[in-house]
C-alpha cells in the first residue's frame, strides 16, 4: 500500500475541494457581511469563487480542460452556494419563528433560486471562464515555442 502525499490528494479532488473551499468561504463571508451591490452577496460570491477557483487551478491535473475545469467549478459553487445560504438563512431567521417547517425551507429556496439563481450561475460562469482562460494562456506561455504551435 502506497501512502499518498497532500499534493496527490489535492490534485486528484481538486475540483470538489475547489467546490467545497468556495461554498464554505462564501457562506462564512456572507454571515459576517450579508450586503451587495447588485443583488445578495454579490461581492462575497466572487471572493469564494476566486479563492475556490484559484485552488481549483493551482492543483490541476494535466488531462483537465482549463475552461471546462473553470467553468464546472464555478457554476456548481455558486448554486451551491446560494443554496447554502438559503439553509443557514432558514436555520437562524426561520426556525425561531415559523418552527422547523420543511415545506417552508422549499419555499424559500425555491425563492431564491427564482431570484438570484441566474445571476449566480451567470457569475459563477463567467469567473470560471476567466480564471480557466487566464490559467491557459499562463501555461501556453510556459511551453516552448515549437511544441505550442504543433498544439
Known sequence: ????????????????????LSVLITNVL??????????????ILVIGSCIGLFFTFKYRNEYQSHIKTGVIVGLVSSILSLLLIGF??????????????????LQYLLFLLMNYGIMYAIVGVILGYLFGNHYKKKEVKKTPYYISKTI
Open 1 to 20: 500500500m502506497v501512502a499518498e502525499t497532500d499534493s496527490g490528494f489535492a490534485q486528484r479532488y481538486n475540483m470538489l475541494i475547489g467546490v467545497l
Open 30 to 43: 456572507f454571515l459576517i457581511l450579508p450586503t451587495g451591490f447588485f443583488f445578495i452577496g454579490d461581492i
Open 88 to 105: 443557514v438563512d432558514w436555520i437562524i431567521y426561520f426556525i425561531p419563528v415559523y418552527g422547523a417547517d420543511v415545506l417552508l425551507l
